[in-house]
């Protein structure tokens, strides 16, 4: 259990930093317009950029852990995250969008590299338990982050705001560094030449699985609300619920804390009760809280919207941990890097092309709506695909 408790460790601070760093631009969205002379709405194409680099990289992440080891992996990638935010200290619009592509590049590993490391030290009767523990440093990650950024911002500026993020990457690092040894360097690491046509002819054996198809397609549906909702909840607060930066910002810190703490939760009864039932609970609740909450921040009080947003906003992010852990105990074990991979870099094609949707109608008349609405449809859509996965 002591090598269990390192594995996470390193997990959970690595995803956590890398995490940080992806919604470091949506946290300041507010301010973007005194930072790069860029209006706040282009949060949507920023992080759709950043997923699309994500998309790319977890791919490639099966082959890079078969070729370095997961750990060196996640090296590699919280190394990017740091230099991700170098580079947005330029205050350049091309540099800005750079930045969306080589963050993703540190991003799209995270999943796949951890649930390798994971699968291989802990023990199948708590793996809902531990996944979920895992993604837990997302929210827990950008929670902490939307109290710290602003607060840097407004009282030390944009640069010193960036560097701070910057330095949580290098903290993330130092981390693995340290504890990767205890853990295992090799762990996922092939001894055979690695190719491209080797990386697909392994995604091509773990997706024969039906129940893994299905997976990701769950996956990919609720991913794309999920990676929608965090980046523009500010932006959305601020210009159409009227609330104050502070405040939205402060919504968001609340959601990604809720989450943080309920995730083991999540896990817990996912291994008690079977996950796929937790999965239509939540995949049914963000469906319902996507139809009603427009109306949320637009009519109710700020503690009603407030409250509506943290239940929102902890079943989007509840799912992953869940979904993560099915597919690593339905894969053959030498096909999990492949099997998480693959799932990841599918959802990652929802959240590449969803925050896209979600600003573009966010612009049209009556826009809040449908934005929201758009995202009810994808949740609907994993609902109906998680119901088709055979009990477990």
């Known amino acids: 259990m002591q090598k269990l408790f390192v594995a996470l460790l390193a997990t ?62 996640l090296k590699v990638a919280l190394l990017l995250s740091a230099f991700g935010m170098t580079v947005l200290l330029v205050r350049d619009r091309t540099t800005f969008f750079a930045s969306a592509i080589i963050i993703g590049f540190a991003f799209g590993p995270m999943n796949p590299v951890s649930s390798v490391v994971l699968a291989d030290v802990c023990p199948p009767r708590l793996r809902a338990s531990v996944f979920s523990v895992k993604q837990g440093a997302v929210p827990f990650g950008v929670g902490i982050a939307a109290l710290l950024t602003p607060f840097v911002y407004t009282r030390f500026g944009a640069s010193m705001a960036i560097l701070t993020v910057f330095a949580l990457c290098m903290a993330g690092l130092a981390m693995v560094m340290l504890t990767g040894a205890f853990v295992g360097a090799d762990i996922g690491k092939s001894e055979q030449k690695q190719s491209l046509m080797s990386l697909w002819r392994g995604f091509h054996r773990a997706f024969s699985h039906r129940e893994l198809r299905r997976l990701a397609l769950v996956a990919t549906s609720l991913a794309s609300v999920q990676f929608t909702f965090a980046p523009t909840l500010i932006y959305v607060l601020v210009s159409h619920g009227r609330f104050q930066s502070a405040f939205a910002s402060g919504i968001l810190s609340a959601v990604m804390l809720s989450s943080f703490f309920l995730r083991p939760l999540f896990g817990a009864f996912a291994d008690r009760f079977g996950a796929r039932i937790v999965v239509i609970c939540i995949a049914a609740t963000v469906t319902a809280f996507s139809v009603v909450f427009p109306f949320v921040v637009t009519g109710a009080s700020r503690y009603v919207a407030a409250a509506a947003a943290v239940v929102y906003g902890v079943s989007c992010f509840s799912w992953n941990g869940i979904v993560l852990s099915m597919a690593a105990s339905r894969a053959p074990r030498e096909l999990v890097g492949e099997a998480t991979a693959g799932i990841m870099a599918l959802s990652l094609v929802g959240a590449s092309i969803a925050p896209v949707i979600f600003t573009t109608l966010l612009s049209a008349g009556h826009g809040l709506v449908l934005a929201y609405l758009s995202l009810a449809v994808f949740a609907a859509m994993a609902l109906v695909f998680v119901r088709s996965i055979e009990r477990s």
Request: glycine share 8%; net charge neutral; hydrophobic share 55%.
């Open 12 to 73: 959970f601070t690595a995803h956590a930093s890398a995490a940080v760093a992806t919604l470091t631009v949506p946290i300041l969205a507010p301010y973007l317009h005194e930072i790069y002379g860029i209006e706040g709405r282009y949060v949507g194409l920023y992080s759709s950029i950043v997923y699309f680099g994500s998309l790319l990289a977890a791919i490639l992440s099966a082959w890079l852990i078969k070729a370095i080891g997961a750990i060196n992996a």
